[in-house]
């Protein structure tokens, strides 16, 4: 896929850019959400990536959270299962709290802090890490768009090299039940260094995801590919 491609198809998206009623998330594509997952509940993602270059590669990543408390979750991640076997492949096992604060007095602005570690355990011999990460989150009023901005430590257990990274990302409604999101990973070299903008359905307890990633790297495309993801609370 050329730059110009991956451009357009970028852009397409921001012809819905419109206001409507934003279903909530408990993750936007890779990164975190400043979304929990309720008192008691459970949320299982199923992650399935593609590349366009390679018809033979298909990965996978499998996020399973419990709701600790409302502002508390606990979390266990299979990292990068498939074909062709990975090197980053792991096993990590977390958790992460958002506190929101001016609940009361600003409550259409949703200012909250976010903070979690993951343990990811290589099963390629590479040992054990820390992913620590961090983000504040606010929505703007009317728009009811979402934004983050954050920073992390992340391992090479599943990042590839050891990296202190930026984050950022987006999440606009749509129309019902559908949001337009994106998210960026700083970098250029780590397994998580790119764009993705993506759309996410949400109704009920059902969550569908469909992204594209973007090599932060310029005219480097070897990585980039389709991201598919399903989701269920329960």
């Known amino acids: 896929m050329t730059q110009t491609l991956k451009h357009f198809f970028a852009a397409s998206f921001m012809i819905f850019f419109l206001s409507q009623s934003l279903q909530a998330q408990q993750t936007i594509i890779n990164l975190p959400s400043a979304d929990q997952t309720p008192k008691g509940k459970w949320f299982f993602l199923h992650e399935s990536q593609i590349r366009t270059t390679d018809p033979t590669y298909w990965i996978t990543t499998n996020f399973l959270t419990y709701g600790l408390t409302d502002e508390i979750e606990l979390a266990a991640t299979q990292y990068q299962f498939g074909t062709p076997r990975q090197p980053y492949t792991a096993i990590g096992f977390g958790y992460k709290g ?137």
């Open 98 to 234: 958002t506190k929101q604060f001016f609940e009361t007095s600003l409550p259409e602005w949703e200012l909250k802090l976010s903070f979690g570690q993951m343990f990811p355990i290589s099963t390629t011999g590479r040992g054990v890490g820390i992913w620590t990460y961090g983000f504040g989150s606010f929505r703007l009023p009317y728009l009811k768009t979402r934004l983050a901005l954050g920073m992390g430590y992340g391992p090479r257990q599943n990042f590839g090299i050891s990296v202190l990274h930026t984050t950022a990302s987006f999440e606009q409604p749509l129309f019902a039940h559908i949001n337009f999101l994106g998210e960026w990973f700083s970098g250029s070299v780590h397994e998580n260094a790119f764009f993705i903008p993506g759309l996410n359905y949400h109704a009920g307890n059902l969550i569908l995801i469909l992204g594209y990633k973007i090599s932060n790297l310029a005219n480097f495309n070897a990585n980039d590919g389709i991201v598919f993801e399903v989701g269920w609370f329960f």
